[in-house]
């Protein structure tokens, strides 16, 4: 009987610890990973799938958020696999993770068999309590020259007759100053068949591309790449001038492109890959992508939300 009444005890504590472990698990983790001497953003997201199934999305370095099918759990400790999305050939990514306190710990095993470290941070919410107060407006693009801006590479972008031009695939261009809440009023073209994007805070894009006549899609014109997707697609036809109005409050984005609302006050859930880091809670700059195809931008005006 003892022994009996020793093992029901063991099972009942069990539950609890196990659920506790899962509840403490589950989220949107900010990743900061050590990947080939640099660190680089990344994300993960856990959650629940009926019962007992773990499920998640995860966000590399590059491309978009890539779904997660089961996500194994034992005592605080997780493990999956994801597929190779722009990788170069080779295996699946392997990870494991554990909880260090807040953290969560681990290892990724990259296609080519590498192993490469990794910490996670509870992702911020960014709720917002009170409504914002707009401030003056401010013209990140003077029409004149680069100033306000630099880029991330050998610099391809130029000025010419007020227009700010990107003429071939090279570096990003990135804002010097940063912004938390804001609403942006931009003015671009494209030539036929670029694609291009505009990070907000430096890491969730809007994606910009020559995709008129397609189907909607987070990944095509007016997406928040891999996690939003417009309910139209409103792009025009390349070489004609084109608009986006966005609005971003805390993770809450509202899309107008060409006069069109194409996203309503949706949340963001996490970064995209290509941003310039993983902390969702710090005021981050605009970054606009040179390293796809040739942009022009003739108007790039941002008011403040404090």
Avoid at 63 to 87: D, K, M
Avoid at 171 to 194: M, V, W
Avoid at 228 to 254: F, M
Wanted: proline content about 7%; aromatic content about 10%.
């Amino acid at each position: 009987m003892k022994s009996l009444i020793f093992i029901l005890g063991i099972c009942l504590f069990a539950i609890p610890l196990k659920a506790q472990n899962t509840k403490a698990l589950e989220g949107r983790w900010d990743i900061e990973m050590e990947f080939e001497g640099k660190k680089v953003p990344s994300w993960l997201e856990i959650k629940h799938s009926g019962h007992a199934t773990l499920i998640g999305r995860f966000v590399f370095a590059f491309g978009s958020a890539r779904p997660v099918s089961e996500i194994i759990e034992n005592e605080g400790a997780i493990t999956f696999s994801i597929p190779r999305q722009w990788e170069p050939e080779g295996g699946p990514m392997q990870f494991n993770a554990k909880l260090a306190g807040d953290a969560l710990i681990g290892t990724m095993t990259y296609v080519d068999g590498k192993l490469y470290n990794w910490k996670g941070t509870k992702a911020p919410s960014l709720v917002r309590n009170t409504p914002p107060k707009p401030k003056d407006s401010i013209d990140l693009f003077n029409g004149k020259d680069l100033s306000g801006w630099h880029a991330n590479g050998e610099n391809q972008w130029d000025v010419q007759d007020g227009i700010l031009k990107s003429p071939k695939s090279g570096a990003n261009l990135i804002s010097d100053q940063e912004f938390t809440d804001f609403k942006a009023s931009i003015e671009f073209r494209y030539p036929e068949g670029s694609n291009s994007g505009i990070y907000l805070r430096g890491r969730y894009e809007v994606q910009i591309a020559d995709n008129i006549g397609l189907p909607p899609s987070d990944i095509y014109f007016g997406g928040v790449y891999g996690f939003l997707e417009p309910n139209e697609n409103a792009a025009k036809s390349a070489g004609e001038w084109q608009t986006y109005d966005i609005t971003l409050i805390g993770r809450r984005v509202t899309i107008v492109a060409n006069g069109k609302t194409i996203i309503n006050d949706q949340t963001i859930p996490g970064i995209t890959g290509g941003a310039i880091d993983s902390k969702e809670g710090e005021p981050g700059p605009f970054l606009i992508q040179g390293d796809h195809g040739p942009i022009e931008f003739k108007k790039f005006t941002v008011v403040p939300l404090d």
